[in-house]
């Protein structure tokens, strides 16, 4: 699977969320719906619950200067989707995840480089939240 094989991913309303005492993690206030589209024709739904807890990216502070801080930016909503699926460990697949991701955040303007640069740091770094099964 690469970055080309989903075709949208689509939502009728921006997610409701509010931020933590913490001050680095987020909770989802009412369900989030997000379609999938895959060009083979399928397609997946994905319905992130309300009471799910996630941090956004986990983008270290030296690189905010570059792609934006974890809750700021265009792949921000992006983050939240990515964060459920690997949450769900969907289709045991983390390359799923992050193919999905990348699309989500291209859709949303985010430039190529910086998706790129995105896109092959949770490719790299990301197995490291992936705990379990993988079959990517």
Known sequence: MTPSDIKAVLYDDLPVISPLPDGKTWRMEKE????????NGTFDII??????IFDFASIPKFA????????TGLHRYGAILHDYLYYLHFFNNRLYADCVFYTFNEQEGLGKV????MYQSVRTFGGSAWVGEDIS
């Open 64 to 71: 905010w200067g570059i792609v934006g801080s974890p809750a």
């Open 114 to 117: 910086k998706n790129k640069l």
């Open 47 to 52: 319905r992130i619950k309300e009471g799910f």
């Open 32 to 39: 989030w719906v997000i379609t999938i589209v895959l060009k």
